[in-house]
């Protein structure tokens, strides 16, 4: 089962093609890692604004609130 689905953390093909669709929609997907605990957190950007989440089921339920297809 792809993790686009299951809402863990997602491979490196997996941001990219999702990144990829968020940049056809006009937004940035970056994926950051703190250092101290290694927890994951995304931000999607777009003119001067962003939206962070902690989890790739929010990072891909926003892309479908704007347009895209998960």
Do not use: E
């Amino acid at each position: 089962m792809s993790c686009q689905h299951t809402g863990h953390d997602p491979d490196g093909k997996t941001f990219a093609t999702i990144a990829a669709k968020f940049a056809l929609k006009g937004h940035a997907l970056h994926r950051t890692v703190r250092a101290d605990d290694g927890r994951v957190t995304y931000t999607a950007s777009r003119w001067n604004q962003s939206r962070a989440f902690t989890t790739w089921h929010d990072v891909l339920a926003f892309l479908m609130q704007i347009g895209g297809a998960a």
